[in-house]
C-alpha cells in the first residue's frame, strides 16, 4: 500500500511539472502570435503594443493580401492542440503509465518491467511540452527574446 501511494504521488508531481510547462508553452504561443500580428500591421515591437494586441487588437481580422483575412490569437490550430494535449492526449498517456505500474512485477534482463514501462510513459507528456517549447523559443527572434530586460524596466514604472 505504501509502494503505491509513493507511485501515486509520483505521478501527480509530474502531472504538475507538466501543467506548469503547458502553460509556459501557451504564454509562448501567445508571445509569438503577439509578434507576428504586430510584424503584419508594422507596429514596433513594445511591451504596450504587445500589451494592446493581447488584450485588444489581435483578435480581429487583419488582411493579408489577395482579400484574404488571418485572426492571430484565435487559431483552430491552437485551440485543437490545446484540447487535445489537455483533455486527450495527457489523460491516456498518464492513465496508461498508472495501469503500469498496477501490473504484477515481472523480472526482465534484472529490472522491473512493469516499473520500466511505467516511467517510460510518464515521461512522455514533459519530454513533448519541453520539445514545444524549445520550438516555440527558436520561433522567436533573438530581438524579441531581449525585449525582457524592456518588460522588467516596465512592470518596474508600473510599480513605483
Request: charged share 15%; glycine share 6%; with cysteine.
Amino acid at each position: 500500500m505504501i509502494n503505491q501511494l509513493v507511485i501515486n504521488e509520483d505521478i501527480i508531481n509530474v502531472i504538475f511539472f507538466t501543467s506548469i510547462l503547458l502553460i509556459v508553452d501557451i504564454v509562448l504561443k501567445i508571445t509569438i502570435e503577439t509578434v507576428a500580428y504586430l510584424r503584419t500591421v508594422g507596429k514596433r515591437i513594445t511591451v504596450w503594443n504587445c500589451i494592446t494586441t493581447f488584450c485588444w487588437y489581435g483578435w480581429q481580422y487583419v488582411p493579408i493580401g489577395n482579400g484574404r483575412y488571418h485572426r492571430f490569437l484565435i487559431s483552430k490550430h491552437f485551440r485543437w492542440g490545446l484540447f487535445s494535449k489537455v483533455i486527450l492526449q495527457y489523460p491516456l498517456i498518464f492513465f496508461i503509465g498508472y495501469c503500469c505500474f498496477l501490473l504484477p512485477n515481472i523480472k526482465v534482463m534484472g529490472f522491473e518491467f512493469d516499473n520500466f514501462m511505467g516511467f517510460l510513459f510518464t515521461l512522455i507528456p514533459p519530454i513533448c511540452e519541453l520539445t514545444s517549447i524549445i520550438e516555440k523559443l527558436n520561433e522567436l527572434n533573438a530581438d524579441v527574446v531581449r525585449k525582457g530586460e524592456d518588460i522588467i524596466s516596465f512592470i518596474r514604472r508600473m510599480g513605483g
